[in-house]
Every structure is written in structure tokens, then in C-alpha cells.
């Protein structure tokens, strides 16, 4: 199987900007959780969807939002985007919800805001 | 609400020496605990879990943790450690009572291991 893919790898945006970063779980794999990774404040935990639906949201401001499509893709956007966003944004799925599934993650998109 | 830490910010062993890796939890109900392992420019890669049943745990290349409830503990161990273990390593929390995969993660132990 092929494991978690996110898109792009790697972004360059300036503040005030949006972008939207992709994220294609396993194939069967139906949860998909968004970590943010920063030297300063470790893994943090942004949202998970599973069928579509936002379960969970960490604590973080309305600028980040996120959606799953029906095909169990994933998308999350951050809006007028400050120099703090800049970080590895981490994806990860598992087959369903369930606080015994291990999560398989993604590469990561690092995203630069200048 | 549940957390980790990770006390030591950085470990370095000699190669073929055994390793520990140390991780502290904080949960309401009871825990499952999680080990990931990183490397430059990648994704967590998972290692080893515990969920219930037996306080010993292996995983992956070589790798075992130990549940300790007393302690609130689940430290990372490898007998004989190789270079190319020199990663950086994540231990993680759930709390077994929340139906949701939001995962509590330590801050991370950058582990070097020298030839």
C-alpha cells in the first residue's frame, strides 16, 4: 500500500496570504488528524475528520480550518498567515477512529512564511 | 486533560551499548502510550505501543518500552544500540476514555549514537 502523501512538500508564502496544504491518507484509511510541528512548541494537534466530519479541534485560532472529502482526502487551509505559522504541518490517518490505532504519518509539507 | 514529558532533550550512547529513551505520562483514565521515531526531513514513523496486557512492549528494529503505572512511565529501551538509530524520538499519550485520535506528543529526545 502506499502510505500517507501530502502536497506540496514544501511552500513559500508571505504574510497576510492563505494556502492550503493536501493530504491523501492509506487507501482504506478513513480518519485523518493535521498535526503542527514548530521547534518551540513541538507536535500540536490541529483537527481530525473522519467521514467528512471535524471530531476533534485542538487549540488553535479560526485561521486554521480544515475539510475531508468523500474519498477520505483531506485538505487544511490557513488563512492571512503570520510569521509564527511557519512550520512542518504533519498528516496523519488511520483506518478508523479508535484511541488504540496507531496513526501513519505523512512527510510533512514545511511551510516558509515570509 | 493528558500529557507527556520527555526529561531529557538529548541522549548519546556509544554504538552496541543499550539505550533508554525516558517518557513520563498524565492521563485521567487509563493510558495507551506510543513511540514514533523521526528522521531529517520525514514524517513519525511508528515504533511500538502499549495498549493493555503485558507491561513489556516490542516493536520495531530492535526497540521494546516498559509500562510502568506506578511510575506513569513507558520508557524506550534497545539492548545494543546501532548508528543508524540516531534519530529523534517522539513517546506519545491517549487517553483511553476520549473516542478521538488527538494524540498528546512529548517534546521529543534527539538520540545520537556514536560509532
Known amino acids: 500500500k502506499a502510505g500517507v502523501t501530502q502536497t506540496p512538500r514544501y511552500l513559500i508564502k508571505t504574510r497576510g496570504q492563505q494556502v492550503t496544504l493536501s493530504c491523501s491518507p492509506i487507501s482504506g484509511h478513513r480518519s485523518v488528524s493535521w498535526y503542527q510541528q514548530t521547534p518551540g512548541q513541538g507536535l500540536q494537534f490541529l483537527f481530525e475528520?473522519?467521514?467528512?466530519?471535524?471530531?476533534n479541534k485542538g487549540n488553535f485560532p479560526g485561521r486554521f480550518s480544515g475539510r475531508q472529502f468523500s474519498n477520505s482526502r483531506s485538505e487544511m487551509n490557513v488563512s492571512t498567515l503570520e510569521l509564527g505559522d511557519s512550520a512542518l504541518y504533519l498528516c496523519?490517518?488511520?483506518?478508523?477512529?479508535?484511541?488504540?490505532?496507531?496513526?501513519?504519518f505523512g512527510p510533512g509539507t514545511r511551510l516558509t512564511v515570509l | 486533560a493528558q500529557s507527556v514529558a520527555q526529561p531529557e532533550d538529548q541522549v548519546n550512547v556509544a554504538e552496541g551499548n543499550p539505550l533508554t529513551v525516558k517518557c513520563t505520562y498524565s492521563v485521567s483514565g487509563n493510558p495507551y502510550l506510543f513511540w514514533y521515531v523521526q528522521y531529517p526531513n520525514r514524517g513519525l514513523q511508528f515504533l511500538l505501543k502499549y495498549i493493555t496486557g503485558d507491561n513489556l512492549v516490542k516493536g520495531s528494529y530492535g526497540f521494546e518500552a516498559e509500562f510502568n503505572k506506578s511510575q506513569t512511565s513507558f520508557h524506550l529501551k534497545k539492548p545494543s544500540a546501532l548508528v543508524s538509530d540516531s534519530a529523534l524520538y517522539f513517546c506519545?499519550?491517549?487517553?483511553?476514555?476520549?473516542?478521538?485520535?488527538?494524540?498528546?506528543f512529548g517534546a521529543g529526545t534527539r538520540l545520537t549514537v556514536k560509532p
Open positions: 506519545a499519550v491517549r487517553d483511553s476514555r476520549l473516542n478521538n485520535n488527538d494524540m498528546r
Open positions: 475528520y473522519f467521514s467528512e466530519t471535524q471530531r
Open positions: 496523519a490517518s488511520t483506518p478508523l477512529v479508535g484511541v488504540r490505532n496507531e496513526q501513519f
